[in-house]
């Protein structure tokens, strides 16, 4: 929707005479004037972070110029505050997780919302709302978003730690929650790789909240923030300088795994790793447990053969978040948990930095090179 392009209704010929005269009738000005004063403030264009390109963090370019996304039907504008800052970006950005050039980065905000349409006024939103969500092309002022995207924010939580729920809150929520298919049960152990920051700070929490026993990894420069986490077991590792991840050959940690658990291995082992800690993962696995990959910090897990299980009859899964919210009952059901643990002082979110919008770059810079103590944004 583009108000700055908008005409007036003026040209009869393009009416039935019977839609002309609901055109000019006072119910439809009225309600056609809201529509148009909720978007008054809605510029064209807009400032947003553009990959033309595929390549380093430098591909990432800020752009004055970008056209403002329409409303569509059952959508809603938001004027973003906070646009969260994943892994998963830096994939679409590389080209790894191929993109249809231009386009603007990102996939987790949160704002005010500025304009409505009439199907999601229906739905009882309204301009003002502040909302958090998820969808493409984040690096920006404004998105369209469709209402079953939405989530309010309650009172009591800042928009900067409900952005960051979004997608590492989510992510975290359905690995400790579901993707483990209920092969872990409360009171056995879960080895969590690089707790010291992001997605598995969040997992180490929500695993002790759902009563699980936790080993954590992490690096020695991110040992305050992971002892805060309440894991019962921290392997501390060396650091690989200019990287996201610890060294994974500094400890023998399947040794470690197996001394906590007496020989019997964990039942569940979820790992945003990747190429580093494959044979980790499933070498600390104890009998029929699961190992949930869902990253790549380390580069892309390599292919291996099925009978690398065959001696625990162990499981391996490679889930994605979409899966894991697929109607909006369960992105509710899974966001009001969130939302009610932060509220109740149950989770510490960590908000690491928030960079201007306009030092796009220097935020994936900061993420891939592993400095990061907590969640990264970019402050719209």
Not at 25 to 44: E, F
Not at 173 to 199: D, F, M, N, Q
Not at 242 to 262: F, H, L, P, Q, R
Not at 325 to 351: D, Q
Request: hydrophobic letters at 40%; one cysteine or more.
């Amino acid at each position: 929707y583009s108000p700055r392009k908008e005409q007036p209704i003026n040209q009869k010929v393009m009416l039935s005479r019977a839609a002309y005269r609901v055109a000019l009738s006072p119910a439809y000005g009225n309600a056609l004037a809201g529509v148009r004063k909720s978007m008054s403030t809605i510029p064209s264009t807009m400032k947003a972070a553009v990959v033309r390109e595929a390549g380093d963090a430098d591909a990432l370019k800020v752009e004055s110029d970008f056209p403002v996304p329409k409303m569509g039907p059952g959508q809603v504008i938001v004027k973003n505050e906070y646009a969260g800052i994943n892994f998963i970006d830096t994939y679409h950005r590389k080209g790894l997780y191929p993109r249809e050039m231009p386009f603007v980065g990102g996939q987790e905000g949160g704002g005010v919302v500025a304009a409505v349409s009439d199907e999601a006024a229906k739905e009882g939103i309204k301009i003002g709302d502040r909302v958090a969500y998820s969808i493409l092309g984040t690096y920006s002022e404004y998105s369209a978003v469709p209402a079953a995207k939405l989530l309010p924010v309650p009172d009591g939580v800042d928009i900067d730690v409900a952005t960051s729920c979004v997608v590492q809150g989510l992510t975290a929520h359905y690995l400790v929650s579901s993707a483990h298919a209920g092969l872990i049960k409360p009171g056995e152990w879960c080895l969590i790789h690089g707790v010291g920051g992001g997605t598995c700070q969040w997992a180490a929490q929500m695993a002790k909240l759902r009563g699980f026993k936790v080993i954590g990894t992490c690096a020695k420069g991110k040992v305050d923030v992971a002892s805060t986490l309440g894991c019962d077991e921290l392997i501390v590792l060396d650091e690989v300088e200019g990287t996201s991840y610890e060294n994974y050959e500094s400890v023998d940690v399947v040794a470690k795994v197996m001394e906590i658990t007496d020989g019997k291995g964990v039942k569940c082992v979820i790992d945003g790793i990747g190429k580093s800690t494959v044979d980790i993962a499933i070498n600390s696995l104890a009998h029929r447990g699961i190992f949930v990959s869902f990253g790549n910090a380390s580069g892309a897990v390599p292919a291996f053969p099925v009978l690398k299980l065959i001696g625990k009859s162990a499981y391996v899964t490679r889930p994605k978040l979409l899966d894991y919210t697929a109607n909006r009952t369960e992105l509710v059901e899974r966001a009001n948990e969130i939302f009610g643990w932060l509220k109740e002082g149950k989770l510490n979110v960590t908000v690491d930095t928030a960079f201007p919008l306009e030092e796009a770059a220097e935020g994936h810079k900061y993420l891939e090179a592993g400095k990061s103590k907590g969640k990264v944004l970019y402050k719209i």
